[in-house]
């Protein structure tokens, strides 16, 4: 018999079993945390199970929030790291982003419940609100600048909950960048004044616990943005007019707990909200 004939259908069930594991691969990862969230565990720290670089968990996350995008819609996007402090922690040296979703946005709710939540965290931000699609990458800060609408407040409202940790950054990635809820108000626009200036405190029962500036993303709030924008339109998503897109924690991350809120932007923006166990 022809050794070929043998040894083609073999390489025939190489291929597509590798080819399998690479494409099957996204969509299977995708379900688990499709199903964690479905039920309210806590998020698979998927890198417990399965290696992923960066690309891969990328992947992973387009299939997840597309999954999710069947009984939701999409709000925005958010860029996370944004500061090499926390960059470090993560052992990574770029920011990451993932998609906000309109069930998250909690504006307006005096009260939110602690019990949808694993590990909230509570992280001041500044948010950009564009006037039209952007659907290609930019090249300078003045093409930014002429999509965008208004510059507003933003709480930002992460859930860290995953199963196991430590977890590694393709594990934030993976779980869309721990994207679970955000606040934000438009009744003030600080579009065309110096946003780096910005400063915000965040107090807890009367307190005040974390402290920033608006050169805390990235040390300058347009190049954030511009990076953040051009990442979104590479991993294959564009951004629809209306979309709010913000740019990272400004100070530190606040581990939630129950009581009332209070972030202050400058002397101009207050954000205020309880959180009730």
């Known amino acids: 018999m022809n050794k070929n004939l ?12 590798y080819c399998y594991s690479v494409w099957g691969q996204p969509d299977l990862l995708a379900k688990q945390l499709l199903e964690a ?13 399965q290696q992923l670089d960066m690309s891969s968990a990328y992947s992973v996350q387009a299939a997840y ?23 470090s922690r993560m052992g990574v040296n770029r920011p990451i982003i993932g998609v906000l979703l309109k069930s ?9 419940s602690l019990k949808k939540y694993g590990q909230l965290i509570v992280e001041t931000e500044l948010g950009f609100i564009t ?13 930014l600048q002429s999509y965008i609408e208004k510059i507003v407040p933003v709480v930002e409202l992460p859930d860290l909950d995953f199963e196991k940790t430590p977890i590694q950054v393709t594990d934030l990635i993976a779980a869309n960048a721990a994207a679970a809820s955000f606040i934000y108000s438009q009744d003030i626009n600080w579009l065309g004044q110096d946003i780096n200036s910005i400063t915000v405190s965040l107090s ?15 040390g300058d709030q347009w190049e ?52 009730v166990s």
Not at 132 to 138: E, F, G
Not at 231 to 241: E, M, P, R, T
Request: glycine share 10%; net charge neutral; charged share 20%.
């Open 37 to 49: 969230h479905e039920n309210g565990r806590p998020i698979p720290t998927l890198s417990a199970r």
């Open 131 to 143: 006037k039209r699609p952007i659907q290609k990458s930019v090249s300078s800060i003045s093409e």
């Open 6 to 17: 043998l040894f083609k259908p073999f390489l025939a069930c190489l291929c597509f079993g």
């Open 224 to 275: 954030a943005l511009r990076w953040l924008v051009n990442q979104v339109i590479a991993n294959g998503w564009s951004i629809d007019k209306g979309s709010l897109l913000i740019t990272g924690a400004l100070g530190e991350m606040v581990t939630a707990e129950p009581g009332v809120y209070r972030a202050q932007f400058n002397d101009e923006a207050v954000l205020t909200f309880e959180l």
């Open 104 to 112: 998250g946005d909690v504006s307006g709710q005096p009260t939110i």
């Open 204 to 218: 807890h029962n009367g307190k005040i616990v974390n402290q920033g500036q608006g050169e805390d993303a990235f």
């Open 65 to 87: 929030v597309r999954a999710r995008l069947t009984t939701d819609k999409m709000a925005g996007f958010k860029a996370g790291l944004t500061c090499l402090e926390a960059q």
